[in-house]
């Protein structure tokens, strides 16, 4: 028999992200038409100041539709709350302060 494989996409960025305009809903609907169990919506955290999307990443507003999301979709969807964390090595002590206990499902 055919080994059973799961479709997931783990690099997704919505409204929160600088570079993204659709809502975690409306990426939860896309993955569902495509087929797939399961999502990582990984936004943007920009650390350098100068970066386009520095100040941007509100882990409040995410953590919330994040939540949204799994109460309409999550007994069809599997949804993460991910982080893409824009590493810039003269950051890293404040980058470790903000990952250190952080919710999230994947970084």
Aim: charged residues 25%; negative net charge.
């Amino acid at each position: 028999m055919p080994e059973s494989r799961s479709l997931f996409d783990d690099h997704t960025h919505s409204r929160f992200s600088c570079d993204a305009r659709d809502s975690v809903l409306a990426l939860c609907q896309a993955a569902l038409a495509a087929g797939l169990e399961g999502l990582a919506i990984t936004d943007h955290l920009d650390t350098e100041p100068a970066d386009q999307g520095y100040g941007w990443y509100d882990l409040t507003a995410i953590s919330r539709a994040i939540e949204e999301a799994r109460l309409r979709y999550g007994d069809q969807l599997s949804i993460l709350l991910g982080v893409e964390v824009c590493y810039q090595p003269p950051y890293a002590e404040q980058i470790a302060d903000f990952l250190r206990g952080s919710p999230h499902d994947l970084v």
